[in-house]
């Protein structure tokens, strides 16, 4: 549940302003990473790696994110 969370702020924060495509595909990054070697297994993981998202970077990742989100 926590992790869902996460990646629900994350999409919020990422693709705020996009269409709901662009949510999903902020989302689908995330998952594919999770099976890619190089990058961490889980979804907290991927979102918090070193430089890989501007929302954490920013602090923005930190707010509510919208229904759709």
């Known amino acids: 549940q926590s ?3 996460l990646l629900s702020r ?3 924060a990422e693709a705020k302003g996009e269409s709901y495509e662009g949510k999903v595909a902020v989302a689908s ?3 594919n990473r999770t099976e ?4 961490p297994d889980t979804i907290r993981g991927v ?4 430089n890989a998202f501007e929302p954490v970077a920013n602090g923005s990742i ?3 994110p919208d229904k759709e989100s």
Do not use: P, R, S
């Not at 979102?47 to 070193?50: D, E, L, N, T």
């Open 47 to 50: 979102i918090y790696q070193k």
């Open 36 to 39: 890619k070697k190089g990058f």
């Open 3 to 5: 992790e869902k969370e």
């Open 29 to 31: 990054v995330v998952l």
């Open 10 to 12: 994350l999409v919020h």
């Open 62 to 64: 930190n707010q509510k």
